[in-house]
């Protein structure tokens, strides 16, 4: 079977729901409904199966985000499956699927999910223009004090350091960078 596995995907959980869904065991439950062949490891990350959907494979991540990889159909078994009697309504029914399930195990529509991944890569984009800044501020400043120059590369280590773990960096670590010059 010719498969494309997608790389890990994260979005943005609303908060409080992770506790209330019971973690990972409580999105392992949500996916039963959702899709066929479920399986749970010892951590708790699920691996299921539905139409096109090859395989997914999601767990709540330690940073409060859903954690999702998804390998779907593709080529001559993808044709195949779609010129199969029931494959443009099984094709469909997956992706309706696969919507809802993100859905309830973020607690956002696909609009907001869009917002917050806008949002989350604007804190990104920020915080890395903040860097650049800094670096190219403290090559042409010629009067800066060593305490200045060593708390902007703690500032920069622990920015990039979010950046490293896709952790989104909020306005007041960027803002505290930008205020040193």
Same mark, same amino acid.
């Given at each position: 079977?010719?498969? $494309?596995?997608?790389?890990?995907?994260? %979005?943005? $959980? &609303?908060?409080?729901?992770?506790?209330?869904?019971?973690?990972?065991?409580?999105?392992?439950?949500?996916? #039963?409904?959702?899709?066929?062949? !479920?399986?749970?490891?010892?951590?708790?990350? %699920?691996?299921?199966?539905?139409?096109?959907? $090859?395989?997914?494979?999601?767990?709540?991540?330690?940073n409060? *985000?859903?954690?999702? =990889? $998804? #390998?779907q159909?593709?080529g001559?078994?993808?044709?195949?499956f779609? +010129?199969?009697?029931?494959?443009?309504?099984?094709?469909?029914?997956?992706?309706?699927?696969?919507?809802?399930?993100?859905? =309830?195990?973020?607690?956002?529509?696909?609009?907001?999910?869009?917002? *917050?991944? &806008?949002e989350e890569?604007?804190?990104?984009s920020? /915080? *890395?223009? /903040?860097? *650049?800044?800094?670096? &190219?501020?403290?090559?042409?400043?010629?009067?800066?004090?060593q305490?200045? !120059?060593?708390?902007a590369n703690?500032?920069?280590?622990?920015?990039?350091?979010?950046? =490293?773990?896709?952790?989104?960096?909020?306005?007041t670590?960027?803002k505290?960078? +930008?205020k040193?010059?």
């Open positions: 079977m010719q498969a $494309v596995p997608l790389s890990m995907e994260r %979005f943005a $959980v &609303k908060r409080g729901l992770i506790k209330s869904m019971g973690g990972n065991a409580g999105l392992a439950k949500l996916a #039963t409904g959702y899709f066929e062949n !479920i399986n749970v490891d010892a951590d708790g990350e %699920f691996t299921g199966s539905y139409g096109l959907l $090859v395989r997914v494979q999601g767990t709540y991540d330690n409060g *985000k859903l954690a999702v =990889e $998804v #390998t159909m593709k001559a078994d993808l044709a195949d779609l +010129d199969s009697e029931d494959g443009p309504s099984k094709a469909m029914e997956s992706r309706k699927r696969w919507s809802g399930f993100l859905d =309830e195990a973020t607690g956002y529509n696909a609009k907001q999910r869009g917002d *917050k991944a &806008k890569t604007k804190k990104f920020k /915080a *890395k223009s /903040a860097i *650049k800044m800094a670096h &190219k501020s403290m090559e042409l400043m010629k009067n800066l004090d305490d200045t !120059i060593d708390k703690e500032l920069i280590a622990s920015l990039e350091a979010m950046i =490293e773990n896709g952790t989104p960096p909020s306005e670590q960027v505290k960078l +930008d040193l010059f």
